[in-house]
C-alpha cells in the first residue's frame, strides 16, 4: 500500500516505478480512501499499541494505493525495499529513506508474510480484479 502520506505528496508514479524495476509484478493496483472503519479492521493486529489510534486516524485521512505484487521471495525483498518502518533508520535509497518523513507517515506498507499477503490482498481486490 502507498500510504496518504505519499499520495498527497505526489509519490504514487516514483514509488511503483522503483516497485517494478525491482522485478516485482503488479498484478492489482487501485486508488482508494479508507474510512476510519476500515482502517481499524485492515490494522486490527496492532489495536492494543498506544499508536493504534493515530495509524488509523492517519491512514484514513486521504486516498491510499493498494497493490498486489508478485516475486520470487517477494516478502523479503519488499521489506528491504522499502526500508526500516521508522524512516529515520531506513537504509539510504530504500522507499521509505527517500519518500517518508516519519514513523507515522512512512510513505509505504508491506505484508509482513505470505499468509497476511493473501488476507490483505482479499481485504482491498476481489478475484474480478486481479490479472
Ligand atoms: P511495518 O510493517 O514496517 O509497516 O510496521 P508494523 O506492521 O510494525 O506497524 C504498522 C504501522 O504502524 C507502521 O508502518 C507505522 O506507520 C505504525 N507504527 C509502528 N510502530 C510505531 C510506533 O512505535 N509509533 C508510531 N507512532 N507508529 C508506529
Known amino acids: 500500500m502507498i500510504k496518504p502520506d505519499a499520495v498527497?505528496?505526489?509519490?504514487i508514479g516514483a514509488?511503483?516505478?522503483k516497485i517494478t524495476k525491482s522485478g516485482f509484478k503488479i498484478v492489482a493496483l487501485k486508488l482508494i480512501a479508507l474510512s476510519e472503519e476500515?482502517?481499524?479492521?485492515?490494522y486490527s493486529v496492532h489495536k492494543e499499541?498506544?499508536?493504534?489510534?493515530?495509524?488509523v486516524a492517519f491512514m484514513s485521512s486521504g486516498p491510499?494505493?493498494?497493490?498486489?505484487?508478485?516475486?520470487?521471495n517477494a516478502i523479503e525483498d519488499y521489506r528491504k525495499l522499502i526500508g526500516a518502518t521508522d524512516p529515520a533508520k531506513?537504509?539510504?535509497?530504500?522507499?521509505?529513506?527517500l519518500f517518508?518523513?516519519?514513523?507515522?507517515?512512512?510513505?509505504?506498507?508491506?505484508?509482513?508474510?505470505?499468509?497476511?499477503?493473501?488476507?490483505?490482498?482479499?481485504?482491498?481486490?476481489?478475484?474480478?480484479?486481479?490479472?
Open 64 to 72: 491510499v494505493v493498494a497493490a498486489i505484487l508478485e516475486k520470487d
Open 8 to 11: 498527497a505528496n505526489g509519490h
Open 90 to 97: 531506513a537504509e539510504p535509497g530504500t522507499i521509505r529513506n
Open 100 to 131: 517518508a518523513k516519519s514513523i507515522d507517515a512512512n510513505a509505504v506498507h508491506g505484508s509482513d508474510s505470505d499468509e497476511n499477503a493473501e488476507i490483505e490482498g482479499n481485504f482491498f481486490f476481489s478475484a474480478f480484479e486481479r490479472v
Open 15 to 17: 514509488i511503483l516505478d
Open 38 to 42: 476500515k482502517a481499524g479492521e485492515f
Open 49 to 55: 499499541r498506544g499508536f493504534y489510534k493515530d495509524l
